[in-house]
């Protein structure tokens, strides 16, 4: 369950000058030195952060998704303006028990961070502030972008927290607000344009060159183990 990269599962995605947005599984970067981004998404259990994150990278809604334990690793590739990028997305776990012994691993070296909530959960929303919090005790720059997402939009007649409230919070930390589904499939082009405001964002950044790829995979790696001989409880 700790590293997803199945073939079929990473889009490529072009995008022209006006942004319209074009999903093919054909172009060839195997050659092209692509600028690999860290996103972290953080938020209570249940808010739909794998599910968020599958919208985006797979391009469906997972049915029946499970808990997360320590973290789920999605990427998909970009190429915004003629150049590559790839958002290396971290879908960490909402649930305390599955995520204590990662959390130094969640912030570190990290590009952005996506703090998301449940529209219909005002206890999830009330939440956004210690996750805001947890993230600054890690030593997360302050020129780190980062973003507030309400998830569950679809569910229209139960929702707790209302959009001004939220924007509120938003304005208060001059974080962007977005709001979507990732169930609806016609918000499916809103979940991209979150990532890609981000990948904008982040493309005047300093990346995480390709050198440093071996090396990152080999702590996903460990960290897999970490989570395996976590989740053992003999
Ligand atoms: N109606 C609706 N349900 C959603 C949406 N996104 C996720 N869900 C449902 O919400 C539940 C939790 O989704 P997950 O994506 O697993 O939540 P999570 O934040 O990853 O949870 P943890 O891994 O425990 O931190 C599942 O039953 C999903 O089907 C959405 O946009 N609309
Ligand atoms: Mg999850």
Redesign the pocket.
């Known amino acids: 369950m700790a590293i997803e990269n199945k073939p079929g599962v990473e889009f490529d995605t072009v995008f022209s000058r006006n942004d319209s947005l074009e999903l093919s599984s054909h172009h060839d970067y195997e050659n092209v030195q692509a600028r690999i981004f860290k996103i972290i998404v953080i938020?209570?259990?249940?808010?739909?952060?794998?599910?968020?994150t599958y919208r985006f990278c797979g391009g469906t809604?997972?049915?029946?998704?499970?808990?997360?334990i320590g973290v789920d690793f999605r990427e998909r590739t970009l190429e915004l303006d003629g150049e590559c990028i790839k958002l290396q997305i971290w879908?960490?776990?909402?649930?305390e028990r599955?995520r204590k012994s990662m959390v130094e691993h969640y912030y570190r070296s990290v590009h952005a961070v996506i703090f998301?909530y449940?529209v219909t959960s005002l206890p999830s929303f009330e939440s956004i502030p210690e996750w805001i919090e947890e993230c600054s005790r890690h030593s997360v720059g302050p020129l780190v972008p980062r973003i507030m997402v309400g998830?569950?939009?679809?569910?229209r007649d139960r929702r707790e927290v209302p959009a001004s409230t939220a924007q509120c919070l938003a304005d208060s930390y001059n974080f962007p607000l977005f709001e979507?589904?990732?169930?609806?499939p016609a918000e499916k082009e809103h979940v991209d344009a979150i990532f890609l405001t981000i990948a904008y964002r982040l493309k005047s950044h300093k990346p995480l060159r390709l050198k440093q790829l071996s090396e990152s995979s080999s702590r996903h790696l460990w960290n897999q183990r970490e989570q395996e001989a976590a989740a053992c409880q003999c």
């Open positions: 938020g209570d259990s249940n808010v739909g952060k794998t599910c968020l809604f997972l049915k029946n998704p499970e808990a997360t879908d960490t776990a909402g649930q599955f998301v449940d998830n569950k939009c679809d569910l979507t589904s990732a169930k609806d």
